[in-house]
């Protein structure tokens, strides 16, 4: 059992949740970060059950000063930060004539000034120990577009930017900086975004039909990819963008 920390924002569920118990199933105590209070609360309850310690902290990752409390209550309760997972994120549908000036903001603050607040809070604690990794979560859609997305294919898009821009500029603090590229993953937003589409076993096929292995990817495999980069087995990765997408990006 060890002492590190991680932390993980989304971490009430989806992806968010599996890497939380990825983590935790390999010893590390966990703070998750959400806006979902009751999922929250349960995800804190689950962790908690598998013999490490949690606490879930309600945070709007676009809110900074709810940001820096989640830091310090990070820093009183566990006095460290080892790992930073940059996952919470919107998605809203919609080309530019459709997305509403609304919905673009509040996206981009989501999506990508969550990940500056967010890293910006949590890399002094791991610059006072003298090391850290972050793994941030982009998209397929930054790099493959379906139509419709355009906020959001275009801030996952960013997101690779971001990741090679803070890698560069924190590797003199020994922080490792790497993001994963997920494909269709069966995750409650998915499956919501499936279920709400006019033709739900169609787009569930069609989503299948994005990978090479005619189907879609689930948590624990996208969880597994993050845990391997925030590890000393990844020790010389860093600002690389690396796909768990089963094939897409090779379509
Ligand atoms: N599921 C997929 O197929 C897929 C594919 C590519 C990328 N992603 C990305 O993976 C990440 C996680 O998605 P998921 O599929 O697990 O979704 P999910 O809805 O299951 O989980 C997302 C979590 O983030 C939380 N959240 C939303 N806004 C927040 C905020 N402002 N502050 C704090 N928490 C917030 C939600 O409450 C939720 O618990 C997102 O960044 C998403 O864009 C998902």
Redesign the pocket.
């Known amino acids: 059992m060890s002492n590190k920390v991680m932390i993980v924002?989304?971490?009430?569920?989806?992806?968010?949740l599996a890497a939380a118990e990825k983590f935790a199933k390999n010893g590390y105590n966990i703070v998750l970060?959400?806006?979902?209070d009751e999922?929250?609360k349960q995800a804190e309850a689950k962790i908690k059950g598998m013999g490490v310690d949690a606490v879930y902290c309600h945070?709007?990752?676009?809110n900074s000063a709810q940001v820096q409390q989640a830091a310090k209550t990070t820093k009183d309760r566990f006095g460290r930060a080892d790992v930073l997972i940059n996952?919470?994120?919107?998605?809203v549908r919609g080309s530019i004539l459709q997305c509403s000036e609304e919905d673009w903001i509040r996206l981009y603050d989501?999506?990508l000034k969550?990940i500056y607040y967010m890293s910006k809070a949590f890399a002094p604690i791991m610059i006072d120990q003298g090391k850290g990794a972050i793994v941030n979560?982009?998209?397929?859609?930054g790099y493959r577009t379906v139509g419709e997305r355009a906020a959001?294919s275009s801030s996952?898009g960013a997101i690779d930017t971001l990741t090679r821009t803070m890698a560069f500029d924190l590797a003199q603090n020994n922080i490792r900086v790497n993001c994963v590229?997920?494909?269709?993953?069966?995750?409650?937003?998915?499956r919501?975004s499936i279920n709400d589409s006019p033709d739900p076993a169609g787009t569930e096929a069609f989503l299948g039909s994005k990978s090479v292995f005619g189907r879609?990817?689930t948590?624990a495999e996208v969880a597994n990819v993050m845990y391997f980069l925030a590890s000393d087995d990844a020790s010389f990765v860093t600002g690389a963008a690396y796909f768990v997408d089963g094939g897409w990006s090779i379509m």
């Open positions: 924002s989304g971490g009430a569920s989806g992806l968010g970060i959400d806006i979902n999922k929250g945070c709007d990752i676009s996952n919470a994120g919107l998605e989501i999506n969550g979560t982009g998209s397929i859609l959001y996952k590229v997920p494909g269709a993953i069966d995750t409650p937003l998915l919501g879609m990817g948590s």
